[in-house]
């Protein structure tokens, strides 16, 4: 028997020795739609009615904004936006737009501690980035401040970042891009409050310039509102000599409040 023979059959047998565990824990805790709660047949999947409401984002969209287009206009056209105020990063990519089911998982995931959610959300990521992730040197996520952190107990983009730093096996840098400033929610401001809300909020760590320099990033959020805090991110990435950066995000705000 050769080696991934062996190795195939150690698989079979630590599922068949994991499976009455496996059911134990569905006993416990019943596979459940990770959107509105319903029963399903398995974990951290969405039942019919959530999965059919989830509205992904696919081309053809902007190259720059990731704006969906309603139609095909060929390869590489802009957004007027995009135009018109182009913005300090290279490109923004999002899995979803912010609604219905995108919108319980978000919320699931940032206020009530529903970490189990981040590796299925980090894998829709993973797919939308245009191949960026793959490409990339590091993966970096949008900290929170050290004050933030300690009610909070974890950053959900850290969260979505280093699964999906996983997925790709790619560096992951959660102590490069600090938040200096604490800044108050950004929910319920305006686009002007946004931007002087995190104005100054961002700085890279002591000694921590050389994983940014010269390098390829992909910056995570958990959802992309009017770009305020990605912004002010990039900003200080690219003073650092950043040659390129990708804004990701799981979910994508379109006029909505959330």
Known sequence: MGMIETERAKGRIWAQLLRPLSMLADLVYPPACAACGISTGGHRGLCPKCWSDVRFIERPYCEVLGIPFSHDLGAGILSAEAIANPPPFDRLRSAAVHDTAVRSLVHGLKYRDRTDLAPMMAGWMLRASDG????????????????????????????????????????????????????????????????????????????????????????????????????????????????????LTFARAFAETI
Do not use: W
């Open 132 to 247: 960026m992730v793959e490409c990339c040197d590091a993966v970096v996520p949008i900290p929170l401040h050290r004050t933030r952190m300690i009610s909070r107990k974890f950053n959900q983009a850290a969260e979505l970042a280093r699964h999906l730093a996983r997925l790709a096996d790619k560096p992951l840098l959660p102590a490069t891009l600090l938040r200096v400033k604490r800044t108050n929610q950004q929910v319920g401001l305006g686009v002007r409050a946004r931007e002087d809300n995190v104005r100054g909020a961002f700085a890279i760590a002591r000694d921590k310039e050389n994983d940014v320099f010269g390098k390829r990033i992909v910056l995570v959020d958990d959802v992309y509102t009017t770009g305020a805090t990605v912004d002010a991110a990039t900003r200080v990435l690219r003073k650092a000599g950043a040659a390129d950066i990708t804004v």
